[in-house]
Structure formats: C-alpha cells, structure tokens
C-alpha cells in the first residue's frame, strides 16, 4: 500500500470545512467515496468537492475495494457499530470525536482493535501549532516543574465555537452522549493527558440549569500519576460579557496561557515573557490527517490511539455521571 483512498461515512457540517478538503490535500492521500443517508446530500458533496463516489448506504461504499480507508463522521452514537463493520471489511479507520458515546463503547472498540491498532482518533489539536507549542514549552522546563493546570471555557448560548446543525443532535444525550460538553471537551482532555501523561484519578460534577437532561455546567478535575494536578470548568450557559475560552498551566518557574480556538501561546516565566502566534489551517485537521496518513502507510506512530481515546472516554464520564 502506497496510497490512502478514502471514504467518508457521514458528510455533513465537520467534514465540509474541517476535515473533508484536507483528504485531498494531504500527499499519498485520496478521496474517492462518500456516504450521506440522504442521497441527494451526498450527490452534492461529491459533486461541490470532486469526490468520484458518492452512496447513501454505508454497506454499498464499503463494498468499494478502492477504498483503504475510512472517515467515520456520524454522530458518536452510531460510531461503534459502523467501526465494527469497517473492521470487517478490513477497511482502516479514521474516527472522529467523541469516539463513542461513552467509555463502556471506548472500551468495548478498544479491546477490538487492541492488538491491531487499525484506528486513529481524530483528536487533531494534538498536530496543531499553538498545541505543539506548548508541549514544547513544558518539555523545555522552561516554567520548571508543572504543578497544575487550570481550563474555563464558558460560553453563551449565542456561542459559534460549536458547529450547529439543523436537528441539534448534539443537545440530544442518546445521539451525542450529553451535550455541548461531550462535544469540545475531549479536545481539551486530550491535550492535558497528551501533556502531562497517565491519569491516577478523576471526578466531577455536572448540573442541567434547563432540567432537560443535557448538563450545561461541568466541574471536574484529574489527579496526574506524577503529581500535576488539574481543574476545569465549561459552562454554556453564561453572560455574553463573561465568556471565556482559557487554559493555565502553572510551573515552579512560570506559567503557560493559550485558548482552545486561537493562534496565540502566552509565556510568562522567571527567564523571559514571550507571546507566539500561529495560523491555523483552512481545514482545521489537515495536519492530524496528514500524520494519520503516513500512520497508515506505516511511516509513523499512531497519532493517537484508541486506548488514548478510552483514557479521554473515561474522564468524560467521570465528570458528567
């Protein structure tokens, strides 16, 4: 194999800026196929995006012995079955977050694939700029040893950092496992366990302020194996003047500051203060593709594994259960 051909099963509002373009982009790298319920959906994403195949049956494009590969798209309800079945057609899997509805689905997707690491998780901020910035500047020690982190995202329900779709399935607990929070946070997670390693233990507390059953204010923290401790809070629900989307990681020696949704990396440290800026991608997950891909191609490391993915599960549960 010297050639990623792919195909999208769930072309909708992700996969038409964020991630779709970028399969195009990316070197030894194809999309050829993809899969929307509603045909005529499908037809046009194909068509807008020059995508050779397109089908409204997930059977019928797996059926497709040019593809190699898959971006699974849909809902997080769905996405243990439909890897199930691409695991049977053999078929390599690019899976987007939340990995599954929660970590009881993590762990059953895990033990699957745990002796053949067939799935990358689209965790894509891990092969971002300003993320990898970070993880460089922690490395370098230059705010000494990490004490403890610190995340507010609090947004209003005018928020646009959530991508909206007509049927709002992400308000809906049995399609999305819970609600907006379910949907960013793993992002967040990730880079804490990314950053700082093995996770010991973790908790939390959750609270609807709708009495609708989706949590729109979600308190937790993470007790790191070697000692770095971390607390967070998302509420989406608050005043608009009082928004908020930041991260502290605080050192012995000084801090680190950066925002989930900018391009922009704060240091503060007894050495020196410096601000780097970045430009994100067009498509937002090129790089994390691009990474996947050469994975594949058995070039790299997975970028990040399903028993990575599983440690992000579990903390989601543990914050909002």
């Known amino acids: 194999m010297n050639t990623i051909n792919w195909g999208i099963i769930g072309a909708g509002d992700v996969a038409e800026v964020k991630s779709g373009p970028a399969f195009q982009k990316v ?12 045909a005529e959906k499908a037809k046009d994403f194909a068509e807008r995006h020059k995508v050779p195949f397109w089908y409204d049956s997930i059977d019928d494009l797996l059926a497709n012995k040019e593809i190699n590969a898959v971006y699974i798209a849909t809902p997080p309800s769905t996405h243990l079955e439909i890897a199930k079945k691409c695991l049977a057609a053999k ?25 053949n690491d067939t799935i990358v998780v689209a965790h894509y901020r891990r092969k971002l700029l300003p993320f990898l910035k970070v993880k460089e ?28 779709t007509e049927d709002h399935w992400r308000l809906k607990p049995a399609i999305s496992g819970g609600g907006y929070f379910n949907d960013i946070a793993p992002h967040q997670i990730d880079l804490m366990y990314y950053y ?6 973790s908790t939390g507390f959750s609270h609807s302020s709708k009495n609708n059953k989706v ?11 070697n000692g770095v401790q971390f607390r967070g809070i998302w509420n989406f629900n608050a005043n608009e003047r009082e928004t908020k989307d930041e991260c502290k990681i605080y050192g012995t020696k000084g801090s680190i500051t950066f925002s989930f949704y900018g391009e922009k990396v704060i240091l503060t440290s007894d050495e020196k203060n410096e601000v780097f800026k970045f430009t994100n ?13 050469n994975y594949f191609l058995k070039k790299t490391e997975n970028p990040c594994t399903v028993k990575e993915g599983l440690e992000v599960m579990k903390v989601i549960d543990s914050f909002i259960n």
């Open 137 to 164: 500047l922690i490395d370098s020690n230059i705010i000494g040893n990490i004490i403890f982190a610190d995340i507010q995202i609090l947004q209003s329900n005018e928020n646009d950092i959530i991508t909206k």
């Open 215 to 225: 949590d729109d204010l979600v308190n937790g923290i993470i007790n790191f194996k």
């Open 91 to 115: 078929k390599l899997i690019y899976l987007e977050k939340p990995m599954t509805l929660n970590a009881e689905e993590a762990s059953a997707l895990n033990k699957i694939v745990s002796k």
């Open 196 to 201: 700082f390693g093995e996770i010991e233990d």
């Open 27 to 38: 070197e030894n790298s194809n999309l050829i196929a993809v899969m929307r319920r509603n």
């Open 281 to 293: 991608p067009k498509n937002i997950q090129q790089p994390m593709i691009e990474a996947t891909v």
